[in-house]
C-alpha cells in the first residue's frame, strides 16, 4: 500500500463541499481557539526572544505577527504564530494521538493568505485537509511516538505541508514530494519539556512543512515512499506502527470532527484532575491549611508526561499534575495566570503541591480521574470526574470558546475589535480574503520595525 | 556524568594555542575541500530551485552564495552553501562515524563571518571546536544510528552550534542551551538517498545549528542533559549509544586530525571498488565487451548503502556500488562527470553494471575491497585494494586536494580567481577577516537580484 501517495492524492483531489457541515463547523471553533491562544500567547517571553534573535534575518514583511506590531516573511510568521499559538499550552488537542492540530496547519496557512489571494472557504478547506493528514498519520504511530518526541512537531509538519501545498495548487506529484520533504525535517523531542524549545518545535513545525510546499512547487523530489519505507518516517520514529490508520475510511470520516479545546492553560492529562479539585473546593467549605492530604488516582499516562513534583518554573509548570491540582485548589481555576513562575514560588501554592500524592490506575480513560482531600479534622472530600470539561464527551460550547478568546485576548486588543474578529472566524467560509482575519489580530496602527527603518542589527 | 555540559564547558573554554598544529593544518584543508566542493555544486538544480523556491523570503543580503551571484540573509546562506557542498558527494568523510564535518560548521560560520568581524584565527578555532563536537556526538551513536538517519543532519547541527556559539561568545550556559535547540531540530532520514532532500538535510544543519546559537545568545531556554538524557538525543536517536565516547581524552586528541577527502564524487563506501576497477583498467588491456563479470567483495556496509542495482538518477546513481565500478571501468574514473543523468542512461555504462555482482564481506575493513574481472576469453583479473585513495591509511596530499578544488571550480571562478582563493584558504590563520574569502568565492560582478530590485514573486 502506498499511504504517502494516497495521502497526496486524497489532499490534491478533495473538494469542500464533501466535507460534512459538522466537521466544517468544528474546524471554525478550531480557528477561534487558535488565534485566541496565539494572541494569548503572543506577549512570552519565549515570543520576545525569538523575535529578537531571529528578526534581523526575517525576509520582506509579508506577513502579520498576531498580536504584535512587527510584520515578518511568512516564513518566519507561520514560526512565531505557531510559537505563540503553542506557548501556553492552551491550544487545541486531537485526544487519542495528544496532537495539537491547528498550530502548524492554520499558522502556515494564515501567514500564506496574506502572500497570495485566499478566499475563506479555500482556507478552511486546506484547514481541514492538512488537519486530516497530520492526525492520520499521527494515528498510525503516536503509541510508539509520543514518548520520545512531540508529536505536533514530526506528524503536524505534514500537515503544514498538505494546506500548504494545496493553497498552492501542487499536483499529486508535488504533494508526495512536499511530504517528503516535511519528512525530513520531522524533530522535535519530548526532553525538552518545560523549555522555550517545546513552543519552539510546534512552530517549526509550521514553518517546516510550509518549507515543504515551497520547494515542491519547484520540483524539488523527495522520496515518494516516505511514510510507509521500510527506513521511512513511521518505521524510523516508531517502534511499532499501524499503516492502515492512515488510509481507513480517508474522505468519510474527518479527524477535525475530534478536536477538542482545553479550559485549562497546561498538559490535557491534566484536566480531570482540575475539574475534580474546582468542584470539592466549590461545594465544600475548608481553608487551605485543613488540607492534611491530597490524592490523585489517574491515568496511566498522566503521571508519564505530567510526573513533575516540583516545577522550577512557569512552563514546567504546565507538566506538572501536582502544580495544577495545587492551583485549582487554591485559586479555583488554571488558566495561563496559574502557571506563571511567581505562581509556581508562591509559598501557599508550594505548601499544597507537597501534600498531593498521585497514582496510577490502568483501569481509567484518560479523561477521567479520582481526587481524594483529607482534611486535619477527619473528613473525606472525593470526587469521580467521569469527562473532563473540554474532552470529547463534555465539549467546550461555542460560548465558551468566545469567553476563552476574550481571556486571551484580552491586553492585547481592544474589545470591540476582539469581538469583530471572532465574528470573522465564525464567518470565515464567506471571506473573500482571508488575509482580513490576519489584518484584524493585530494591534492599532499596525506599524512595523520595518517601516521605522529595520531591525536592530545582531 | 553531564556529557552535554562537558561539550559546552570545553567549547567555551578553549584556546587555539590548545589545538596542535597537525590538526589545525587538517582544518585549512578541511576549508580547501569545503570550498571548492561548495563551489563545484553551486550549479546543482537541487540549489537553483531552493534559490528559486525560498529566495523570496530571504532577508537582508548579508552573505554570499558561494559560486553564485545572489547574496541571502545568512541563515539562508549557511542553507544554500551547506547544500552545494554537499550535493555532488564529494565533500570531506569522518570515516569511523561517515559524518561529513565541514558541511554544517563551516557554511554557517563563513556566512556568520561576513556578518560579523571575524578574524581567520578565530574562524579556524570554532571551525575546529565545530568539528569536534559534531563528531564526539556521532562517535556515541552512529553504529546504532546511521541506517536510519544522515549523522550529519542531525549530530552536525550540533557542530554549528558550537562553532556559531563560539563566535557570538555564548557562555557555558547559553553553549548549554543551544545544543538543545540544535537537537530538538536534528533530522533526516536516510530514505531520502538519491533524491535533493539529502542535500537539503546537510544544509539544513548548518542552518539549525546557527539558529540555535543565534536564539540562545538571546537566553532561548532548553534541556541543560540533551545529549545524555534518558530521552535525550542520544537515547532517543540510536537503540544502543557509548557516551563515554564524548569526553574521551576531550581536549587532548581532535577529531579534525581524521577527516578525509574523496577523490571521487559518490559515497566513500564505493571508493576502494572504484580505485580496484581503475586500476585492472590501467594495468590490463581489455574491450567493455570482452567483460563477462565483475565481481565485487566488500564490507557489508558498502552494500547496506549503496546497494541500488538500477539507479534512476545521478544523485541517486552516487548511492550504487554498481554503477561506480562501471563508471569507473568505462571512464577510468569517478568524478561529478560520472554520477549525471545522462551517464546513468547511457547504454554501455547501463550494460556493464548488469554484470557486476556483489557480496558482502565482514572480515574487510570498510576502505578495503576485492575486484575481480571475469572477461569472455577465460582470464580473470584480480586486485585487493587495501586502502582506498582518501582514506586515513592513504590520504589525498594538499597538491590533491589544489588539484581537485580547480576541477571543480572550473567553470564557475576563473582560474586565476581560483587560486588566489586557494592560496587564501592555506593562509586563513593570518586573515584579519574572513569575510575576504566569501567576497573571492563569488563570480563578478557581484551583483545580486535584490541590488536589481528584489525576487521575483511567489
Not at 479555583?332 to 506563571?340: I, R
Not at 482531600?373 to 470558546?401: K, Q, W
Amino acid at each position: 500500500m502506498e499511504e504517502t501517495r494516497a495521502l497526496a492524492r486524497f489532499v490534491v483531489n478533495s473538494r469542500l463541499d464533501d466535507v460534512p457541515e459538522p466537521a466544517r463547523h468544528e474546524a471554525r471553533r478550531s480557528l477561534v481557539n487558535w488565534l485566541g491562544c496565539a494572541l494569548g500567547g503572543s506577549r512570552h517571553d519565549a515570543i520576545n526572544i525569538a523575535l529578537t534573535a531571529l528578526g534581523p534575518f526575517s525576509g520582506p514583511p509579508q506577513a502579520a505577527v498576531l498580536g504584535r506590531l512587527e510584520r515578518l516573511d511568512i516564513l518566519h510568521a507561520a514560526l512565531i504564530n505557531g510559537m505563540s499559538a503553542h506557548v501556553l499550552d492552551f491550544d487545541d488537542t486531537h485526544l487519542r494521538t495528544l496532537l495539537h492540530p491547528s498550530v502548524p496547519v492554520a499558522s502556515a496557512l494564515l501567514a500564506l493568505g496574506e502572500r497570495r489571494a485566499l478566499t475563506g472557504a479555500d482556507f478552511l478547506h486546506a484547514f481541514i485537509l492538512g488537519v486530516e493528514v497530520e492526525c492520520r498519520i499521527a494515528n498510525a504511530i503516536y503509541f510508539a511516538h509520543n514518548v520520545n518526541w512531540y508529536i505536533t512537531g514530526t506528524a503536524g509538519a505534514f500537515g503544514a505541508a498538505a494546506a500548504a501545498g494545496r493553497v498552492l495548487g501542487l499536483d499529486e506529484q508535488k504533494m508526495t514530494w512536499a511530504f517528503g520533504i516535511a519528512a525530513t525535517q520531522a524533530a522535535g523531542l519530548r526532553e525538552m519539556a518545560g523549555t522555550m524549545c517545546k513552543s519552539f518545535v510546534h512552530g517549526r513545525a509550521a514553518q517546516n512543512g510550509m518549507t515543504a510546499a515551497l520547494l515542491a512547487t519547484k520540483g524539488f523530489t523527495s522520496s515518494e515512499r516516505t511514510i510507509e519505507a521500510p527506513r521511512g518516517f513511521a518505521h524510523v520514529l516508531a517502534a511499532r506502527c499501524r499503516l492502515e490508520e492512515i488510509t481507513d475510511r480517508l474522505g468519510e470520516r474527518y479527524e477535525i470532527a475530534l478536536n477538542t479545546y482545553k479550559p485549562y492553560a497546561c498538559g490535557v492529562v491534566c484536566h480531570p484532575v482540575i475539574d475534580g479539585c474546582i468542584q470539592l473546593r466549590d461545594r465544600h467549605s475548608f481553608k487551605l491549611e485543613q488540607i492534611a492530604a491530597v490524592e490523585l488516582r489517574v491515568h496511566p499516562l498522566a503521571l508519564k508526561l505530567t510526573g513533575t513534583k516540583a516545577p522550577q518554573g512557569g512552563l514546567e509548570s504546565k507538566w506538572s499534575i501536582y502544580h495544577s491540582a495545587a492551583v485549582a485548589i487554591c485559586d479555583g481555576g488554571a488558566g495561563e495566570h496559574q502557571y506563571t513562575d511567581e505562581r509556581v514560588r508562591a509559598p501557599k501554592v508550594q505548601r499544597l503541591r507537597e501534600r498531593i500524592s498521585a497514582e496510577a490506575d490502568a483501569s481509567l480513560r484518560e479523561d477521567e480521574a479520582h481526587v481524594t482531600i483529607t482534611l486535619a479534622d477527619g473528613r473525606i472530600l472525593e470526587r469521580h470526574v467521569e469527562h473532563a470539561i473540554g474532552s470529547a464527551g463534555n465539549p467546550m460550547s461555542d460560548r465558551d470558546l468566545e469567553d476563552k478568546f476574550r481571556g486571551l485576548a484580552d491586553g492585547v486588543l481592544p474589545l470591540a475589535q476582539t469581538n469583530a474578529l471572532i465574528e470573522k472566524c465564525w464567518s470565515v467560509a464567506t471571506l473573500a480574503d482571508v488575509a482580513e482575519i490576519a489584518r484584524m489580530a493585530v494591534p492599532n496602527p499596525p506599524r512595523s520595525p520595518f517601516e521605522k527603518g529595520g531591525w536592530r542589527v545582531l
